[in-house]
């Protein structure tokens, strides 16, 4: 299962929780320009996540959506705004089904063209899935709507385990093990099963996406680590041979009471690995983020919507 090489990852983020229009660019993070009509069309930050995902190898460029944001217009107003042409996607890939990944799925198919294209997802994706708080408060985490999506141009693909796309360059991870002692899912997380609700604190169809960047190592990217941020470090390793991560971005879910308190283990275990560059998104929370810029400073950086990472 181990991809090929790829000589460089650019990494678009189209949906995330924040925007900052006054972030300095860096080496590695070209920030969106700060437009004369930024008042008027604005990029939006949401609570979802969203990605453009460009890589070049064999002298290829290719392009690949991952994930689609929460609310169905954010994705694709964020994509107008920085004029990015869809049209050339090879594939679309769902980090899970939950609706602030999946919500914005539909409205940017128009910015994909109107030919089919495929859609990777787990089966658990289109699982009914709710929240429930020890206070009895709930929330419904709606799923994609299958025959929308297919209507819509997608060719729906379900895969469990780990796959291969884009010449063999481009790694999903599929369903993640669960193999260290303290990422131990959502307690409070259920899902409809035949008609009943169960508990369903895995959330299995959580899944990434792996890059093995020449000469530098791996290039990671999570929807939300439901699996845990470490399982999927190193599952992502187990799954290509090489241990060497050269970057992480995406959701971290470490927010919350029910995370916090794994975030001094998680920052433990990261720096044990130490990637080159740490950019926490969406579901990461500011406590984390705070540990993870002391603790690792010369690898984070702050995350803003429109920003585009080279590596």
């Not at 419904?140 to 209507?151: D, E, F, Q, T, Y």
Request: proline share 5%; net charge negative; glycine share 8%.
């Amino acid at each position: 299962m181990k991809p090929r090489e790829v000589e460089s990852v650019r990494v678009t983020c189209l949906v995330d929780n924040s925007v900052d229009v006054l972030l300095a660019s860096n080496d590695i993070a070209k920030r969106a320009p700060l437009r004369a009509d930024w008042d008027s069309r604005p990029l939006l930050a949401e609570h979802g996540f969203s990605t453009v995902l460009s890589l070049e190898t064999g002298g290829k460029s290719r392009k690949v959506l991952f994930d689609g944001g929460l609310d169905p217009n954010t994705a694709a107003q964020n994509a107008a705004v920085l004029n990015l042409d869809l049209s050339d996607c090879d594939s679309v890939i769902s980090s899970h089904g939950h609706i602030d990944h999946a919500g914005g799925l539909l409205n940017i198919k128009d910015r994909l063209g109107k030919r089919r294209i495929p859609l990777l997802l787990h089966p658990h994706a289109f699982r009914n899935r709710f929240v429930r708080f020890p206070d009895g408060k709930a929330f419904n985490l709606r799923p994609p709507n299958r025959l929308a999506l297919s209507g819509s141009g997608y060719d729906i693909v379900e895969k469990t385990g780990a796959s291969l796309w884009i010449d063999d360059s481009l790694l999903v991870t599929g369903q993640i093990p669960r193999t260290n002692d303290f990422e131990k899912g959502m307690p409070i997380h259920y899902s409809e099963i035949d008609g009943k609700l169960e508990p369903d604190p895995l959330i299995e169809d959580d899944q990434a996406i792996v890059f093995n960047l020449r000469d530098k190592g791996l290039v990671i990217i999570t929807g939300c680590a439901h699996a845990g941020l470490i399982n999927t470090l190193s599952y992502a390793k187990e799954l290509t041979g090489e241990d060497r991560v050269y970057a992480v971005l995406g959701g971290m879910h470490l927010t919350g009471g029910l995370f916090e308190k794994i975030i001094p283990r998680t920052i433990e275990e990261l720096r044990k690995l130490e990637p080159g560059f740490m950019i926490p998104c969406h579901c990461s929370g500011v406590r984390a983020v705070q540990e993870i810029m002391n603790e690792m400073p010369d690898s984070f950086i702050q995350n803003s919507v429109g920003t585009t990472y080279t590596f």
